[in-house]
């Protein structure tokens, strides 16, 4: 394998950038905002990108937390990377090496977890990399970079690709932090994720008085008396009964979860009057699209019934429709040589000291070397593949989910992992991976080879015309075997009651309050 000048200067430019990312990762790791509400992260990349030279929208797709950054250096391929910058509600972490939130908050707030905030300054430096290169060479063509919110419920990318800010890419690069085997520095060949919906069941009781008026028996309107059950009830029935029938829902085969969180309740007084709102979200996680709708279907059913119970009305409301990926042998060779070219990442003494204080902080004895081996080693998309295919079944294609498989039905898509920093040993709490997800001695590793990887990547599509025309050839093959046409069919669902920082007179505050007074 040889190295060009274009990837050299590329990978030279991520070096001599050091500092910088580490510094714009540390950032938006502070930031720790949650899905559809990353205001301040995506008006960060929106300025960066713009003081860059990318011309981007705002609000791509009708999502306020967007965007779609585009530069081009003449008539030529486009390739497409993007950031995700959402973080998890319950995972508030400094980053430090003991557990502690961030300052003003409470462990209840946000903070990042796979971190995101490195998977989307891994993409800026490769992109931007990229681009130095290009201009440096005079290497022809354009690069996409969009601005994915809200990946946690699988939230922008079926929306993007609906509207078509993936079409017309010579290829997407899809780069995730990981640490488990078998899909840790290496590239996904055969069985990419499946199909995901998530939605939300918004009940409403606001008609309560017309309760039992059917049968003749409407119920007085006396504080003594008992009401129509309300929203409350509804949703309370909708949570229990769903997981007694979750059982029935699919057959036990082929890897599959239901899972559930409410989102807003208790739209009433302390009063006995019926609660008028409340909200329960889904989200399932199956190989297929069929067994995506079958469980909806049943869903449905079970929500109609308990409304007509409670005295409500139900409302379902879309958050995801996601598309099981298609797999491009092509782009995931390609991608996999330069895995290997850049190697993996290479954490120094300072970093693990600073993981054995964290093993010492979680009750463990600290390791002579804490790191877990996985994050140390290639694994080739081969040797992975057969192992990720020992537990499933011959006949299942896809396994578990993420939202980066619409993108595959709309460019040439490899999706691949680099190592995060991962302990030996444990179980350790979730504040002991989150927090190495945040310091720069130990993240910023992973952010240095995942930009290389990214930007030698783009730059051989760019340079190797017979490679475009073979992942070219091999994507619209495959996509006629398989096609799926975008399955969005909903706006932006941005106007639920996610949880989200709130401006108070205590200042910048989670949704929960950090300190409750006497």
Same mark, same amino acid.
């Given at each position: 394998?040889?190295?060009?000048?274009?990837?050299?200067?590329?990978?030279?430019?991520?070096?001599?950038?050091?500092?910088?990312?580490?510094?714009?990762?540390?950032?938006?790791?502070?930031?720790?905002?949650?899905?559809?509400?990353?205001?301040?992260?995506?008006?960060?990349?929106?300025?960066?990108?713009?003081?860059?030279?990318?011309?981007?929208?705002?609000?791509?797709?009708?999502?306020?937390?967007?965007?779609?950054?585009?530069?081009?250096?003449?008539?030529?391929?486009?390739?497409?990377?993007?950031?995700?910058?959402?973080?998890?509600?319950?995972? /508030?972490?400094? $980053?430090?090496?003991?557990?502690?939130?961030?300052?003003?908050?409470? &462990? +209840?707030?946000? @903070?990042? *977890? =796979?971190?995101?905030?490195?998977?989307?300054?891994?993409?800026?430096?490769?992109?931007?990399?990229?681009?130095?290169?290009?201009?440096?060479?005079?290497?022809?063509?354009?690069?996409?970079?969009?601005?994915?919110?809200?990946?946690?419920?699988?939230?922008?990318?079926?929306?993007?690709?609906?509207?078509?800010?993936?079409?017309?890419?010579?290829?997407?690069?899809?780069?995730?932090?990981?640490?488990?085997?078998?899909?840790?520095?290496?590239?996904?060949?055969?069985?990419? /994720?499946?199909? $995901?919906?998530?939605?939300?069941?918004?009940?409403?009781?606001?008609? &309560? +008085?017309?309760? @039992?008026? *059917? =049968?003749?028996?409407?119920?007085?309107?006396?504080?003594?008396?008992?009401?129509?059950?309300?929203?409350?009830?509804?949703?309370?029935?909708?949570?229990?009964?769903?997981?007694?029938?979750?059982?029935?829902?699919?057959?036990?085969?082929?890897?599959?979860?239901?899972?559930?969180?409410?989102?807003?309740?208790?739209?009433?007084?302390?009063?006995?009057?019926?609660?008028?709102?409340?909200?329960?979200?889904?989200?399932?996680?199956?190989?297929?699209?069929?067994?995506?709708?079958?469980?909806? $279907?049943?869903?449905?059913?079970?929500?109609?019934?308990?409304?007509?119970?409670?005295?409500?009305?139900?409302?379902?409301?879309?958050?995801?429709?996601?598309?099981?990926?298609?797999?491009?042998?092509?782009?995931?060779?390609?991608?996999?040589?330069?895995?290997?070219?850049?190697?993996?990442?290479?954490?120094?003494?300072?970093?693990?000291?600073?993981?054995?204080?964290?093993?010492?902080?979680?009750?463990?004895?600290?390791?002579?070397?804490?790191?877990?081996?996985?994050?140390?080693?290639?694994?080739?998309?081969?040797?992975?593949?057969?192992?990720?295919?020992?537990?499933?079944?011959?006949?299942?294609?896809?396994?578990?989910?993420?939202?980066?498989?619409?993108?595959?039905?709309?460019?040439?898509?490899?999706?691949?992992?680099?190592?995060?920093?991962?302990?030996?040993?444990?179980?350790?709490?979730?504040?002991?991976?989150?927090?190495?997800?945040?310091?720069?001695?130990?993240?910023?590793?992973?952010?240095?080879?995942?930009?290389?990887?990214?930007?030698?990547?783009?730059?051989?599509?760019?340079?190797?015309?017979?490679?475009?025309?073979?992942?070219?050839?091999?994507?619209?093959?495959?996509?006629?075997?398989?096609?799926?046409?975008?399955?969005?069919?909903?706006?932006?669902?941005?106007?639920?009651?996610?949880?989200?920082?709130?401006?108070?007179?205590?200042?910048?505050?989670?949704?929960?309050?950090?300190?409750?007074?006497?």
């Amino acid at each position: 394998m040889t190295v060009s000048s274009a990837q050299n200067t590329a990978m030279s430019w991520v070096e001599t950038a050091r500092e910088v990312l580490s510094r714009d990762c540390a950032r938006i790791f502070s930031f720790g905002e949650p899905a559809w509400r990353e205001y301040r992260s995506a008006a960060w990349y929106v300025e960066r990108l713009r003081a860059e030279g990318f011309t981007v929208e705002e609000g791509s797709g009708g999502m306020p937390t967007a965007f779609c950054a585009e530069w081009s250096n003449g008539a030529g391929p486009v390739v497409g990377m993007y950031a995700e910058y959402d973080a998890v509600p319950g995972n /508030c972490q400094t $980053a430090t090496i003991h557990e502690a939130p961030r300052d003003g908050l409470n &462990a +209840h707030a946000a @903070g990042h *977890t =796979d971190p995101h905030s490195a998977l989307g300054i891994s993409g800026l430096g490769g992109l931007l990399a990229t681009k130095a290169a290009m201009e440096q060479l005079g290497i022809k063509g354009g690069l996409r970079f969009t601005g994915e919110p809200a990946e946690k419920v699988r939230g922008s990318k079926p929306i993007h690709a609906a509207k078509g800010y993936y079409d017309g890419l010579a290829g997407m690069l899809s780069f995730h932090p990981f640490y488990m085997l078998p899909m840790c520095n290496t590239v996904r060949w055969d069985t990419h /994720c499946g199909a $995901a919906y998530s939605m939300i069941y918004r009940f409403i009781c606001d008609e &309560a +008085h017309l309760f @039992g008026a *059917t =049968d003749g028996a409407p119920i007085p309107q006396s504080h003594s008396d008992i009401r129509a059950p309300g929203a409350n009830d509804a949703l309370v029935m909708m949570y229990s009964q769903a997981r007694m029938l979750r059982d029935t829902m699919l057959p036990h085969v082929g890897g599959w979860s239901i899972s559930e969180s409410i989102i807003s309740t208790g739209q009433a007084t302390a009063d006995n009057l019926p609660a008028g709102l409340a909200e329960l979200q889904y989200m399932m996680r199956v190989p297929t699209v069929e067994m995506a709708e079958s469980v909806s $279907a049943r869903l449905d059913a079970l929500a109609e019934s308990i409304a007509a119970q409670t005295g409500c009305r139900v409302e379902r409301h879309w958050v995801c429709k996601s598309r099981p990926g298609l797999a491009n042998h092509a782009m995931a060779g390609m991608v996999w040589e330069q895995i290997q070219q850049v190697g993996v990442p290479v954490w120094d003494a300072d970093a693990k000291a600073l993981m054995r204080q964290v093993q010492e902080n979680c009750g463990a004895a600290p390791d002579d070397d804490p790191i877990l081996p996985a994050c140390e080693a290639l694994i080739s998309p081969h040797d992975a593949e057969a192992i990720l295919r020992e537990n499933l079944p011959p006949n299942q294609r896809n396994s578990t989910s993420d939202d980066y498989t619409d993108m595959t039905w709309h460019a040439p898509t490899a999706r691949f992992y680099i190592a995060r920093p991962a302990l030996k040993g444990g179980p350790y709490p979730a504040w002991a991976m989150n927090a190495l997800g945040g310091m720069a001695q130990t993240i910023d590793p992973m952010v240095q080879v995942a930009a290389k990887v990214l930007a030698c990547s783009a730059l051989r599509l760019l340079e190797d015309d017979d490679l475009r025309a073979s992942t070219q050839s091999e994507f619209q093959r495959r996509k006629a075997e398989h096609d799926i046409p975008p399955l969005c069919d909903y706006p932006s669902p941005h106007g639920f009651k996610w949880p989200e920082y709130v401006q108070t007179e205590r200042g910048t505050d989670w949704h929960i309050p950090t300190v409750v007074t006497e």
